[in-house]
């Protein structure tokens, strides 16, 4: 979970920029019609259903404008929500509350909507033993609350970033030369803990990241009676990964053909998002 010791290492800087990139300066608006500090409340209010998500890193975006501020939720992340759920009350600043309003939204909005369509797509695996997981697809500067987002919706996380692990794709194999190639160095390169896994888009070369020793072999934008063979070409030998073309109305026919993995890029790059508003704007002292 996004939040303690975890958020401040890891997502702070993030938020702070996106408050950075929001007020350069001052939120003139606020300050005209706030020019004191008082206290206030405003409603967190689900607008459509869906899965909530990002509940923590809305939360400390307001802490990160007022130490002070509070936010008593009544749903957690991963909680089906429904239109008209109030989600959660603020507490805090009323400059803070309406100068994070934005930032704050745009964070539990893109998260939800990423943890929703998330969700959609595991109820389409459901009975079947292939696991569904992200990729490096994601928006710029904001990989750690979409991959977030994924894992809330019941999905895995495939590597974080580069230095996570080895995932030789069809450039890597055009710089080494060949499929043979390319996982002979990076065996040679990385450490022995590390699994190798490369990107096939032929039954040949499907057979060549076998006789190679792959670990993994990921079959890139295949139909599925190719993708078949490929998989009884592999025998067990190698853990099998589908990505490319996949689709919610393709899952259960990629499950069936019996890979391990599947690999969606749409769960962040395609998602909408949830419609969430910060509402009832209250001054209590």
């Known amino acids: 979970m996004l939040n303690g010791v975890t958020m401040k290492i ?3 800087d993030y938020i702070l920029n996106t408050l950075r990139e929001d007020i350069t300066s001052e939120d003139v608006s606020t300050n005209a019609v706030m020019p004191q500090n008082k206290q206030g409340r405003a409603d967190l209010i689900c607008k459509q259903d869906g899965i909530i998500c990002g509940l923590d890193v809305f939360e400390r975006t307001f802490r990160l404008l007022d130490s002070r501020s509070r936010f008593e939720r009544n749903f957690n992340d991963g909680d089906r929500v429904k239109k ?14 309406l100068s994070g309003e934005r930032t704050g939204l745009n964070y539990l909005q ?4 990423i943890a929703t369509m998330t969700r ?3 109820d389409q695996l459901e009975g079947y033993d292939t696991v569904l997981l992200d990729t490096r697809k994601t928006t710029p500067n904001m990989r750690p609350f979409e991959k977030e987002a994924v894992r809330v919706g019941g ?9 996570d692990g ?13 499929v043979t190639n390319a996982i002979k160095m990076a065996r040679a390169y990385a450490p022995f803990v590390r699994k190798i896994e490369i990107e096939t888009e032929t039954l040949e070369q499907v057979q060549e990241a076998i006789d190679a020793g792959a670990d993994i072999i990921m079959l890139d934008n295949m139909d599925n009676d190719t993708m078949r063979k490929a998989v009884a070409m592999i025998d ?21 053909i019996g890979v391990d993995f599947v690999s969606c890029g749409a769960l962040t790059h395609s998602a909408p998002i949830m419609d ?5 704007l209250t001054v209590i002292d």
């Open 110 to 113: 893109r998260m939800s909507g």
């Open 84 to 97: 008209g759920d109030l989600l959660g009350v603020i507490y805090g600043d009323v400059k803070a509350i």
């Open 166 to 178: 080895v995932l030789l794709k069809d450039n890597h194999i055009g710089a080494a030369g060949s």
């Open 10 to 12: 890891n997502v702070d």
């Open 236 to 256: 067990g030998r190698a853990q099998t990964e589908c990505s490319g073309n996949v689709t919610k109305a393709r899952l259960k026919e990629i499950a069936e």
């Open 276 to 280: 969430i508003s910060l509402k009832n």
């Open 155 to 163: 999905a895995t996380n495939h590597r974080y970033n580069l230095s």
């Open 120 to 122: 959609e797509y595991m």
